[in-house]
């Protein structure tokens, strides 16, 4: 029997995003986990609701979310690995999004289930690049890039 992976999200507390956050009851909850040392998976089967205008295809803002989610949580996994700590141990770090770009080659289907796969291509302490490809049954539909920034935990608490 395999085992289930270890996710990201799991690990980090005070999370509430609405597409990774486990503390967001609305939220998509999708969940990352390593394939290798700078390489994650994230697996999402859409809800009928996640819907473009035409209902046989995904939403091009949830499609985006995902992919952004997914490879901010990789890159906070990332820092974790590079300082020799197990996710969510010690004082906490936390990365935003600085540039999120797409590129749509297709469609994706509502009914299909999405494989992520996210590689960190780029890394240091302020910053990390990571690209992704979002998969059905093998085939790319979107290919993307993140730069994920830094942030203290004092920014994540902020009211303004």
């Given at each position: 029997m395999a085992s289930t992976p270890e996710y990201f999200q799991d690990k980090l507390s005070g999370n509430h995003c609405f597409g990774c956050?486990?503390?967001?009851d609305h939220g998509l909850h999708i969940k990352s986990y390593w394939m290798a040392e700078n390489k994650a998976a994230c697996h999402f089967v859409p809800q009928s609701f996640h819907t473009a205008a035409p209902t046989?295809?995904?939403n091009g803002g949830?499609?985006?979310t995902i992919i952004d989610c997914h490879c901010i949580c990789t890159a906070i996994a990332y820092a974790y690995q590079q300082q020799g700590r197990e996710i969510g141990k010690g004082t906490p770090l936390w990365y935003a999004t600085g540039a999120l770009s797409l590129?749509?080659?297709r469609p994706v289907n509502i009914n299909s289930r999405i494989l992520l796969e996210a590689t960190v291509s780029g890394y240091n302490e302020k910053q990390a690049k990571v690209d992704c490809l979002l998969k059905v049954?093998?085939?790319?539909?979107?290919?993307a890039t993140v730069e994920a920034i830094a942030v203290s935990e004092e920014w994540m608490k902020q009211n303004t």
């Open positions: 956050g486990t503390e967001n046989h295809f995904l949830v499609i985006a590129r749509y080659k049954d093998d085939t790319v539909c979107v290919e």
